[in-house]
């Protein structure tokens, strides 16, 4: 046991069988030892080692090569899905701006709010929702300011039921 104290081992077994077989075991340990220092592993031949060392680069050189084009090719690919994706964006939105123009999308918006400097003012839609979100700033500011005392359990439910019911409504439109 390469000049370990035998001791250590011995009272190490005994502590999980009985003395008896701690003493065979270590004699099997010893004798094991004996027979692998007495018949070392014989060596290979250094003609089959530089063989597998070979073999080992041409591997590794083939896979570096495929690699190689994998990555060239997937550039390539990119580079040409990138040019024909602009090419087609450019062509389409370029005879997009030529038939509509921007009048199209201005018919969409009613003129009365296109041409007002209050847009807010302009749609009622619009109002109510910035009305609502106005409120909820107030009470958000009370709230963080304890203007409502010992209210502000319940104002916090409510903002969050106005909160819940305000995007119900958003989500409708």
């Not at 296109?114 to 106005?134: N, V």
């Not at 700033?137 to 319940?154: K, Q, S, V, Y």
Request: with cysteine; charged share 30%; net charge negative.
């Amino acid at each position: 046991m390469n000049g370990c104290n035998k001791e250590n081992p011995k009272e190490l077994l005994e502590k999980f069988l009985n003395p008896e077989d701690a003493t065979d075991i270590i004699d099997t340990l010893d004798r094991a030892e004996k027979f692998l220092r007495q018949n070392p592993a014989p060596e290979p031949d250094k003609h089959i080692i530089i063989n597998i060392k070979r073999q080992i680069e041409e591997t590794l050189a083939a896979r570096r090569r495929v690699r190689t084009f994998r990555s060239v090719a997937y550039r390539v690919a990119v580079a040409a899905a990138i040019i024909i994706v602009a090419a087609i964006g450019t062509t389409v939105f370029v005879k997009d701006i030529e038939e509509t123009g921007i009048r199209k999308y201005a018919s969409i918006i009613p003129r009365a709010i296109w041409e007002s400097d209050d847009i807010t003012a302009a749609d009622p839609d619009l109002a109510l929702l910035t009305a609502e979100m106005e409120q909820i700033e107030d009470e958000m500011l009370a709230l963080e300011t304890g203007g409502n005392g010992n209210n502000a359990e319940r104002a916090v439910a409510e903002l969050e039921m106005e909160l819940i019911a305000i995007d119900s409504d958003f989500g409708k439109e």
